[in-house]
């Protein structure tokens, strides 16, 4: 049984308050959750040293919201994944859309990344999902299904067996917009009937979370369906009252 994973990404926000705040609460509400739903958070790389620190005996993770494909060099202001890792870092988030949108990170790059990640003991939480001009297009799983070739042409399937999938369709990403339940299962039974097509034991294991306006009041039918194994939570992710709710959800629902 796949275990239901809530991942916040705070994007770029933050202050050495809210952080402390923030992350106190939600150690408190991983240890609540016990081992019935995962808890984590991806922060931006200034604050992961406080988050180590704040996090630290709790049963939360954390993680990176990025990570170079180097693992050390002249790279002026990146984080490799080596650096991300020293840090007790769980997870790396890669290939997230507004990366591969303002930062122009084709498939290929992404790939580099994810495989970067996994070779330094990461675990990558590989985003992809489709522009509204996609979904309106009827094109959502030709790109999904490209972004994850990339992936599996770089690291092969098996490299599945030890990462995330974050299907966030672009429309919904604080948009408010959210995916309804049916669009997103949908979405979600079709990825992974593309990876059984490769190696089905994979397919099955693989946690693949919703991402996309997912917050306290959306999040219980969508954790409901049966290929959604969780969400990547943005701006509900800072909010205290919201992101408990969401693994209170998450707890109640526990596979
Ligand atoms: P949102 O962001 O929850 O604010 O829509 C999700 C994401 O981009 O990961």
């Known amino acids: 049984m796949r275990k239901l994973l809530v991942m916040g990404n705070w994007k770029l926000n933050g202050t050495k308050e809210t952080v402390s705040e923030l992350i106190k609460a939600f150690a408190a509400a991983a240890d609540k959750a016990g081992s019935k739903a995962e808890v984590a958070i991806c922060a931006p790389a200034i604050f992961i040293g406080q988050v180590e620190a704040l996090a630290k005996g709790s049963r939360l993770n954390y993680g990176s919201e990025d990570c170079d494909i180097h693992t050390k060099g002249a790279f002026t202001g990146e984080n490799s994944p080596a650096m991300i890792k020293e840090f007790g870092c769980k997870y790396a988030i890669v290939g997230h859309s507004e990366r591969r949108g303002y930062h ?3 498939s290929g790059y992404v790939a580099e990344k994810f495989k970067a990640a996994q070779d330094n003991g990461l675990v990558p939480v590989l985003c992809i999902g489709e522009s509204e001009a996609d979904f309106d297009a009827g094109r959502t799983m030709d790109v999904c299904k490209e972004e994850l070739k990339a992936v599996i042409d770089l690291c092969g399937i098996k490299a599945f067996e030890n990462a995330v999938i974050a299907y966030e369709p672009i ?10 339940p049916e669009i997103a299962e949908g979405v979600h039974s079709k990825i992974r009937a593309y990876l059984k097509t490769f190696d089905a034991a994979v397919a099955d294991k693989v946690q693949i979370l919703y991402g996309g306006s997912c917050n306290a009041k959306t999040a219980p039918e969508l954790f409901k369906q049966p290929d959604i194994d969780g969400g990547l939570i943005g701006g509900a992710s800072l909010k205290v009252p919201d992101f408990t709710s969401i693994i209170e959800t998450a707890v109640s629902l526990s596979k």
């Not at 429309?171 to 309804?180: E, F, Q, R, S, Y």
């Open 104 to 106: 122009k990170e084709s």
């Open 171 to 180: 429309w919904a990403i604080g948009t408010g917009k959210t995916a309804t």
